[in-house]
């Protein structure tokens, strides 16, 4: 039976802002309170996608979020209408109000950890909602994430989902932004890879001192627990907490993986060889041969890497047998980056090709081409019991790019948060789109 890594990037959402909410994320903070344009940033992402479906690769597409969050707002003390309760945050508390209206599910990388069936007990793909609790603008996205993921993925006898870990910072979990897997082939047995920044009970592990590590070892322990994994099918690895202080706050902005391939920094992780012999011993237990491609700090520092989000990249198999690497604009603009990814390709080595995205809107609020997209690993008939509405063609390339057109705005700043009227536009928007996409009733506005 034929298996495919499906990628299913995420549409961003039409509150798309500068906000600045990412303590960690240099991207994020560096352009706080900067006009953003939704429509571009919409249509930049869908661009991908397309490009991607063309050159022969299985493309999905998952839903933004009901934003802003009057719900939430509401949760926090603010009463009466709709209106009344975003005029009155815009009034007494605006940093909340634009924590309420961040478009930043668009990264799904980080909606859920997800086990393909051949790693699973019971054989079934499963799906873990992250909590995000480290920042409170993601912390309220999981409810949403759940039943838009479990509209896509309905058919209980393939799929199962888990809710979110408890949302507490002792299981602080960023879903698949810190979670790899290699395989020989996607179908077959693999070996999951978690990466951990701190652990909350264990005081022999380090932890960084400026910025906050935002997954911990107990979280990935439990998904993993969750999931039914093999212990021999499972490597947990710790980040270097020296690199999360530099603005590394998710494993995939200094690390990717894909098949029998690691991509990764030389200063990505601690104990680092350990873990290479780790996962070269475990992957060959299933019949995979690991191979790992090191990016040495002479050639490339951890600060270009930040900058140019080398890593936050698809790393993306071809029929031959060698790999295409997807990667934002930022990565040519970088001269040191750019000479290394020549060199790479031209070397004889796995990673042949490079293809360069503009993902500027996106790229601007700290995610790159691997935090819009959640990879699932689904065998022929896992992915005929997919919500067929929510896998790309080219008709609904189409649909989407014209839906954007109608509802979307062009600039975006703080002032146009306060405006009540963003709020109808946003749920009329979605309406829409759940028809589109085949989703049902997933939103509050839809469900109460």
Known sequence: MKSYEVNFDGLVGP??????LSYGNVASQSNSQQSSNPKEAALQGLAKMKALMDMGFQQGVLAPQERPDVAALRRLGFAGSDAQVIQQAAKEAMPLLVASCSASSMWVANAATVSPSADTADGRVHFTAA??????????????????????????????????????????????????RFCRAYGEAGV??????????????PAPQKYPARQTLEASQAVARLHGLREEGVVYAQQNPSVIDQ?????????????????????????????????????????????????????????????????NSQLLSRPDGS???????????????????QGLTGSGGVIREVKVFDLKQSMQNGG???????????????????????????????SLTQWVERHYRDRMTENDLADPQLLLECRGALDELTQVLKLGAVYPFQIN
């Open 247 to 311: 603005g590394v706050f998710h494993n995939d902005v200094i690390a990717v993986g894909n098949g029998e391939v690691l991509f990764y920094h030389e200063d990505a992780f601690l104990e680092t060889d350990k873990m290479l012999a780790e996962l070269t011993s475990k992957l060959a237990k299933v019949g995979g041969k690991f191979q790992s491609v090191c990016v040495p700090r002479s050639a490339v520092t951890v600060d270009d890497a930040v900058r140019s989000y080398l890593f």
């Open 192 to 205: 999951e890879f978690f990466v951990f920044g701190r652990s909350a009970f264990d005081t022999r592990y």
């Open 15 to 20: 509150t798309h802002n500068y906000g600045g």
């Open 368 to 398: 790159g081409p691997a935090c819009l997209r959640l990879r699932v690993a689904l065998n022929e008939t896992e992915l005929a019991a997919v919500n067929p509405g929510v896998i790309m063609t080219a008709s609904l390339y189409d």
């Open 131 to 180: 909590n995000l609790n480290c920042k409170y603008h993601r912390s309220i996205e999981h409810p949403t994430t759940s039943r838009v993921l479990g509209a896509m993925f309905a058919n209980q006898q393939h799929f199962a989902h888990h809710a979110a870990l408890p949302a507490v910072a002792q299981f602080g979990d960023e879903g698949a932004a810190n979670h790899t």
């Open 323 to 341: 790999m295409l690497l997807i990667v934002p604009e930022e990565c040519r603009s970088n001269e040191r980056v750019w000479q290394y990814l």
